[in-house]
């Protein structure tokens, strides 16, 4: 299986400011064929189910704010809230859907400072 | 609206049995493959089984292979997971989701707010 690791496991930021979220594959997530990371963010608040962000590494899901972004390729990922807002608050996971079985992180806490 | 709702889950003895359902609207269910994600208490996300479709395929993780089944009644609009021999590891709360497009190899973009299953003597 591959393996998703991010970093940091949580995080305070300041409203406003910067968050950013790493997130390494065991392996490499690229599809040659395509040239696509199969790479995806994901956002899940307290006592509700995961909510997709962004998909293909970079391509953010339909309404979701463009605040968010991810970059990276390889093995390498991120995820940034550019201008960190209360309602951010959440978990956040990377998930790898390259193999089967899909594999995600272990989540990282995004707090308020 | 797309909707998924899930029912079945409940508490039950080690070695016992258990069949989660998920009930699809607001979509073309027989179009997109779906997967069943457990997440234990406090803990993150853990993918369990997929199955396309059609329903001809079927993948599991590791540790539930020989012991769970996924299947689809399309005529229904109904996703199940058969659980047989629990163990007190799958304790979690069990969500249905949809794949985005028709390939279990693809991101899940609609979730179901999930049924817990304990187990536990």
């Known amino acids: 299986d591959i393996v998703m690791t991010q970093s940091p496991d949580s995080l305070a930021v300041s409203l406003g400011e910067r968050a950013t979220i790493n997130c390494k594959s065991s392996?490499?997530?690229?599809?040659?064929?395509?040239?696509?990371?199969?790479l995806a963010w994901y956002q899940q608040k307290p006592r509700q189910p995961p909510k997709l962000l962004i998909y293909?590494?970079?391509t953010r899901e339909s309404g979701v704010p463009d605040r968010f972004s991810g970059s990276g390729s390889g093995t390498d990922f991120t995820l940034t809230i550019s201008s960190l807002q209360a309602e951010d608050v959440a978990v956040y996971y990377c998930?790898?859907?390259?193999?089967?079985?899909?594999?995600f992180g272990q989540g990282t806490k995004v707090e308020i400072k | 609206e797309v909707q998924l709702l899930e029912s079945g889950g409940g508490l039950v003895q080690p070695g016992g049995s258990l069949r989660l359902s998920c009930a699809a609207s607001?979509?073309?269910?027989?179009?997109?493959?779906m997967s069943w994600v457990r997440q234990a208490p406090g803990k993150g996300l853990e993918w369990v089984s997929g199955?396309?479709?059609?329903?001809?395929?079927?993948y599991y993780a590791n540790s539930v292979k020989g012991r769970f089944t996924i299947s689809r009644d399309n005529s229904k609009n109904t996703l199940h997971l058969q659980m047989n021999n629990l163990r007190a590891e799958d304790t979690a709360v069990y969500s249905c989701?949809?794949?985005?497009?028709?390939?279990?190899?693809?991101?899940?973009?609609?979730w179901g707010q999930g049924t817990m299953v304990t187990v536990s003597s």
């Open positions: 199955i396309i479709g059609s329903g001809d395929r079927d």
């Open positions: 607001g979509f073309t269910f027989s179009s997109y493959a």
């Open positions: 989701a949809k794949s985005r497009v028709g390939s279990v190899y693809d991101v899940l973009d609609i």
């Open positions: 293909w590494a970079s």
């Open positions: 392996q490499s997530v690229l599809y040659s064929s395509n040239n696509k990371h199969y």
């Open positions: 998930q790898q859907y390259y193999n089967i079985p899909p594999t």
